[in-house]
């Protein structure tokens, strides 16, 4: 019997211990992106000669808040990132043009150790440096008050999606930068996903208290299917899903709708994967997840099989229609640390992932 | 200067040791296996003092541990400083974070201390450590600092509790040593009395009820003169007590014109009700407000908690301010630690207590500074370390206790702060 993905193997392990990283793109099949806590884009072209390990190729500068998510457009022309400085910001994904400067590829903390005896910051190793073309932004959106965590796409390009901390949701025409209409929800908007066809937004409302009491039912975590011509509730499931969510993904075509538990670790037992009908909102399956949260998920183009990572520091794969796990990649970094983020290239041949300290690894995909 | 001339062969508090000493020896020969519950004369004394000053104080807890560098410490631009941007304060040089907008227009009150320096950095013992100002390997029953200051500031008149607590407060050290009488009456986070503190039958028949109960009690004590029963005698009175009072903590028609000022809720609740309380002339109450141990997802998780903070802390200075009650009531904000300056891989903050930060606002405290500071990453306090003993002096100085106020276990005496303890006379208004 087939075993998909079993020939994956890591190609590249490129690190960038500056700050964590938060999340991943690809920009179509040879270049990764990846965002960080201290506001930092830096792009890596993976076309190297075999035996060489790439070095990062640009720096993209301007936001001065941690950046929660990145994505790509279909047309790989424009990269989209959303921040904790409560702005979106568009750049160009394809441009090698920008001035020159360099990157400091390991100036932040190595958290490892740094516990409550230590009493200062550990000494910073020699600084690995690595020249880069420093990048600005083509579009500085302002429309936000608040931390944006929720950000996607619809797949033909032309409507963009936000969610904030405040529960404001926007509507955006894409290609102009220009918000549509926008409606609120009652609490923050830890993950939203977009369906192909551009008419519900489905978004997951959180407010992330460790501990949940009584008298605070008003922060009940909620989920919705929003419609997009009238920023309405189309659909309230909030009594099936429970949690937070960290990601919320629509499947390009439309089949899958798949969300991940564990935006915030709490208490109670989460990290399930949610697979739900897009149509009805009705749990089709859940997948074990990754215990004590999920934290990313992304769709292999093949349309069968679904990406997850999470805090147990793994990545693994799942089949769609039949539930099951097809594999694990094991733990890449044995550094305590959890795996953030994950993207997949649009071929599906390259998976990038990255954990919290830092570092970006990426894995050729081979599917049988 | 040494204390053994012949005109003076010990110094004064060696005489009154050896006298309370030779008191406690006393009761005890006489078959008293029981804790002296404190009632010593100059003790009467320090009582009357403090509640003739008619000082009251409230303690925000903030359980599971505060970060400091999240709240009044920051450190924009270092490795430490985390996505919360800091915010100018309607006083120069105070910066505070984004996420307290309406604390910021109130520094002109507070009195933030940006050195603290605390031994015990896990729950329960840290809880313990700043609740008693002892470490609670000693093994002795220390009495919380409701107790003490319910024990000094109490109105012996009232009906009311002299030391509430309402919500999470990560101690049940209780009075300890100061005996059942200033044991704490605890409510649920919203500072609602529970249901059956609502009789259905009327104020006559309860009194009734009530003077049944205590002529059965005290023929009972007779016989039975021992501590559980004094214990049980003692929660029997505050609970007739209680019933003639519990209108003070009837505040759901004033609650509903205020709870967008303080947030809808419990912690808002328990700081509306906490003002109540000091109103009706409560000494003590404590609030706490829990979620705070953020070993992961420390910003969101402090970002939401700062959001319940915020309006309740601000609008019970406020209040205070505006009954004119601000100038005799004790504000203080604390934790049992505060969170490490490193961000570890989970994106959470840890223990810490090498150096973090506690508030303290209204009476008898000097607002409008900082006290102190931390190193530039926030690793080390830098400037005038403050510890247990110092902090827990400083807020008996304000609320008038004397805060070497010794008391007995049997014969072991026992003082309110370590040996050594001195009050921070900067901070005293």
Not at chain 1, 187 to 215: C, E, M, N, Y
Not at chain 2, 78 to 88: E, K, L, M, S
Not at chain 2, 366 to 390: H, I, L, W
Not at chain 2, 404 to 427: K, N, Q
């Amino acid at each position: 019997m087939d075993q998909p993905f079993a020939n994956s193997r890591l190609m590249y392990s490129l690190p960038w211990n500056s700050a964590y990283i938060t999340s991943l793109a690809f920009i179509g099949n040879y270049q990764v992106a990846a965002a960080n806590k201290n506001g930092d884009i830096l792009v890596w072209n993976l076309d190297v000669p075999e035996g060489k390990t790439p070095s990062p190729a640009r720096r993209l500068v301007g936001h001065s808040n941690e950046i929660n998510r990145i994505l790509v457009t279909p047309d790989s022309m424009t990269l989209i990132s959303v921040s904790s400085d409560h702005t979106v910001k568009y750049w160009d994904a394809r441009s090698v043009e920008g001035e020159p400067g360099t990157v400091v590829l390991n100036d932040g903390f190595v958290p490892k150790g740094v516990t409550e005896k230590v009493d200062k910051v550990p000494e910073p190793p020699e600084p690995i440096q690595a020249n880069v073309v420093i990048q600005r932004p083509l579009r500085d959106l302002r429309n936000h008050a608040e931390w944006i965590h929720g950000l996607a796409q619809t797949p033909d390009g032309k409507t963009l999606v936000t969610g904030d901390d405040d529960g404001v949701i926007i509507v955006w025409d894409l290609p102009g930068g220009r918000e549509l209409r926008r409606w609120q929800a009652t609490q923050w908007i830890s993950s939203l996903g977009v369906s192909p066809d551009g008419k519900t937004v489905a978004a997951s409302q959180h407010t992330p208290f460790i501990r949940f009491k009584s008298g605070l039912e008003e922060f009940v975590p909620h989920f919705h299917f929003w419609d997009v011509e009238t920023g309405k509730s189309r659909k309230d499931l909030s009594k099936e899903i429970k949690e937070g969510m960290s990601a919320v993904r629509y499947s390009p075509d439309g089949r899958w709708l798949v969300a991940g538990h564990g935006n915030v670790q709490t208490e109670k037992d989460q990290g399930k994967i949610l697979v739900i009908d897009p149509a009805d909102g009705k749990k089709i399956r859940e997948f074990p997840g990754h215990p004590v949260g999920t934290n990313d998920l992304a769709f292999h183009p093949d349309g069968k099989h679904l990406f997850s990572c999470g805090r147990d520091q793994q990545i693994k794969v799942w089949n769609l229609e039949s539930g099951k796990l097809v594999r694990d990649f094991g733990k890449f970094a044995d550094r305590g640390v959890w795996i953030g983020a994950i993207a997949i290239s649009l071929d599906g041949r390259l998976l990038a992932a990255a954990d919290r300290a830092g570092q970006v690894v990426v894995y050729s995909l081979n599917p049988f | 200067m040494k204390m053994n001339s012949i005109n003076n062969p010990c110094p004064w508090h060696q005489h009154r040791l050896r006298r309370d000493l030779l008191k406690g020896a006393m009761i005890t020969a006489a078959g008293w296996a029981l804790p002296n519950w404190g009632a010593l004369s100059h003790s009467r004394t320090i009582a009357a003092e403090a509640k003739r000053a008619g000082k009251r104080c409230i303690m925000l807890y903030m359980e599971g541990g505060v970060s400091q560098i999240d709240t009044f410490d920051m450190k924009p631009g270092r490795p430490t400083a985390g996505p919360f941007r800091p915010i100018h304060s309607t006083v120069s040089g105070i910066e505070v974070c984004e996420y307290l907008p309406r604390m910021a227009r109130h520094t002109d009150k507070l009195a933030v201390i940006r050195s603290m320096k605390t031994k015990s950095v896990d729950h329960g013992i840290g809880g313990y450590h700043m609740h008693t100002c002892y470490p609670s390997s000693e093994k002795v029953p220390h009495a919380e600092i409701g107790a003490m200051i319910a024990k000094y500031c109490d109105n012996p008149e009232s009906d009311l509790p002299s030391f509430v607590k309402m919500g999470p407060a990560g101690c049940n050290a209780g009075s300890g040593y100061l005996g059942p009488t200033y044991e704490p009456f605890t409510l649920d986070t919203d500072g609602r009395l529970p249901g059956f503190a609502n009789p259905s039958v009327s104020q006559e028949v309860q009194d009734r009820r009530g003077k049944l109960l205590e002529f059965m009690e005290q023929q009972h004590a007779r016989e039975h003169p021992a501590r559980p029963f004094a214990a049980h005698r003692e929660a029997e009175l505050r609970t007739i007590r209680l019933m003639r009072a519990r209108k003070a903590f009837d505040v759901a028609d004033a609650w509903n014109k205020a709870r967008d000022r303080y947030g809808n809720t419990p912690f808002g609740r328990g700081c509306f009700t906490a003002l109540k309380l000091v109103e009706a002339g409560v000494p003590f109450i404590e609030i706490g407000h829990d979620g705070y141990d953020s070993h992961n997802d420390n910003f969101p998780v402090h970002k939401a908690n700062l959001k319940v903070l915020d309006p309740a802390w601000s609008s019970l200075l406020e209040d205070l301010q505006d009954r004119g009650l601000l100038q005799d009531t004790l504000v203080v904000w604390t934790s049992e630690f505060g969170r490490t300056p490193a961000i570890n891989g989970q994106g959470g903050r840890d223990h810490f207590g090498r150096a973090w930060t506690v508030v303290l606002a209204g009476g008898g405290i000097r607002g409008g500074q900082t006290y102190g500071a931390s190193n530039r990453d926030g690793f080390e306090v830098a400037d005038k370390p403050v510890d247990e003993g110092a902090y827990f002096a400083t807020i008996y100085k304000a609320m008038g206790v004397d805060h070497r106020a010794v008391h007995y276990l049997g014969s072991r005496p026992i003082w309110a702060t370590p040996d050594g303890s001195m009050p921070i006379p900067e901070l005293i208004g």
